[in-house]
């Protein structure tokens, strides 16, 4: 477990587009894993202006972690819509390499075993990026999922729900449940970079870097990661003792 601490907001999303590019340049066909809400969108910002100055993602494949069940790609808050417009439509990535999990499978339980064998079929995740709840989610791996689970439908915590509101018209029209890589997926992964800011994230930052390794905070898995970074800025750093 390593952590970087940056000043603010735009040094995370710098650093976390430092790690991309070098991954993608060591592997052209990098098999990148991604993540939405609001912190990674710095990051995609960043990713867009370094493919305009020549950073090529022509034999990039990426994997979301999560979709909400019930949405359809073209609804305006999923997370299908979400990256496309915030990254895809605007660099030289092949759609037929972006997998997203479908929101709207009648059979959720076979979308979930689909996704696990597309990850498995591309070799497996280089490098996966994560954001983290306030109550220690990542993916939307509730406090309780089981660190063995994979892919799967799952109930959102209330907390999460009324966090993601935001991207709503109203709290009723946030789907209650969600297709998300498990813990276990997740800790497949060959690199994770998690990415945090602001003071509201701190107390989970701290838990999870500091505190015992339980399914009660999900985020504390990744001690057991032997190739995980933490880029945070120093607000969501202040519970640390390093700060």
């Known amino acids: ?3 970087k601490i940056v000043k603010d907001y735009k040094a995370i999303s710098e650093a976390a587009a430092d790690v991309v590019e070098a991954a ?5 066909d990098l098999v990148l894993g991604l993540a939405t809400g609001s912190t990674p969108l710095g990051m995609y910002e960043e990713l867009i202006k370094r493919h305009q100055g020549g950073m090529d993602f022509s034999k990039a494949t990426t994997f979301n ?3 909400y069940f019930g949405l359809s790609s073209d609804h305006q808050a999923s997370y299908h819509y979400y990256m496309e417009e915030q990254l895809f439509r605007h660099i030289n990535i092949d759609p037929a390499n972006t997998y997203i999990p479908n929101g709207i499978n009648p059979d959720p339980m076979e979308e979930c075993k689909n996704y696990e064998t597309q990850m498995k079929t591309a070799g497996g995740i280089d ?3 994560l954001g983290i709840g306030t109550n220690g989610h990542i ?14 439908l799952v109930d959102l915590a209330q907390e999460t729900v009324n966090a ?15 297709i998300s890589m498990g813990i276990k997926s997740i800790m497949n992964c060959a690199e994770i970079v998690l990415l ?17 390794v339980t399914e009660k905070l999900p985020a504390s898995v990744l001690q057991l990661h032997p190739n995980c970074l933490f880029i945070i800025d120093e607000a969501a750093a202040a519970k640390l003792p390093i700060t």
């Open 24 to 28: 993608l340049k060591g592997k052209p």
């Open 65 to 67: 972690l999560d979709e």
């Open 127 to 129: 490098l996966q990026i």
């Open 196 to 212: 945090a800011n602001g003071a509201h994230k701190a107390d989970a930052v701290s838990q999870a870097l500091l505190g015992p």
């Open 1 to 3: 477990m390593r952590v």
């Open 139 to 152: 993916g939307f791996n509730e406090p309780g999922a089981p660190f063995g689970g994979t892919t799967s």
């Open 164 to 178: 993601n509101a935001r991207f709503f018209q109203k709290l009723d029209e946030v789907p209650r449940q969600a």
